[in-house]
């Protein structure tokens, strides 16, 4: 199956510290979506994108799908945006089911 | 609108025992999955309902587990009997389309066996 490796694994920041998150995929997507975990666990959709760029506040994302990878870039980070990133892929072709990576664990620190 | 509602939130339960999860999708949505986490690994699929029709069910680990989706509204996922490794959260998920958008989260249910 498709595999979907994620990096760092592990990220700590200062308040008002910028980031970039990367996604890499071992095979053609036609869906790609990135995630947060918040530290309640729930799980909230940050963008669809299986190409180009999106940009949403300090958040934006780039899927370069050619090259298979996409990243997620985060803006003068805030306390709320400590948990888990996960990026998540439909493989093109297949079953319309999404593919994890392990995540990113990001800590912004005051 | 409202979001994808789960209960109960948590859940704990002794082995052997049976556990029955709710899911309920966002209002118009015919697509509902099943995902969950175990301890310390990735996100993983269970199974994809269209409406009422399981249209992908290969992630499902065995015969202890079954889904339902009756009516093609709210599903169930149940568990019987529960063994030590099911611990772990059960996450549902709705959207419009299959492919084309977004997928919305429900908050989880964690379930953890004894």
């Known amino acids: 199956g498709i595999q979907v490796e994620q990096s760092p694994p592990d990220l700590i920041l200062q308040e008002g510290a910028n980031s970039t998150l990367r996604c890499n995929f071992s095979d053609s997507v036609n869906n790609l979506q990135w995630f947060h975990q918040n530290p309640w666990g729930q799980l909230i959709n940050l963008f669809y994108?299986?190409?180009g760029t999106k940009q949403n506040g300090r958040l934006s994302a780039t899927t370069v799908a050619t090259e298979r990878y996409s990243l997620l870039y985060i803006s003068s980070s805030q306390t709320t945006d400590s948990g888990v990133y996960f990026c998540a892929v439909e493989r093109e072709g297949g079953s319309e089911k999404l593919v994890f990576g392990k995540g990113t664990k990001l800590t912004v620190n005051p | 609108e409202a979001g994808v509602t789960q209960f109960p939130s948590h859940s704990v339960i002794e082995k052997g025992q049976t556990v029955t999860l709710r899911c309920d999708p966002i209002s118009g949505h015919d697509n509902l999955y099943w995902y969950r986490r175990v301890m310390g690994k990735e996100i993983k699929f269970l199974l994809h309902?269209?409406?009422?029709?399981?249209?992908?069910e290969s992630g499902m680990p065995n015969n202890r587990f079954l889904a339902e989706r009756t009516g093609g509204t709210y599903s169930t996922l149940k568990v019987q009997p529960a063994e030590l490794e099911d611990s772990g959260v059960y996450f549902c998920?709705?959207?419009?389309?299959?492919?084309?958008?977004?997928?919305?989260f429900g908050n989880g249910t964690r379930l953890t066996v004894t």
């Open positions: 309902f269209v409406k009422e029709s399981k249209q992908d």
């Open positions: 998920a709705s959207s419009y389309d299959r492919t084309y958008s977004p997928l919305h």
């Open positions: 994108i299986p190409s």
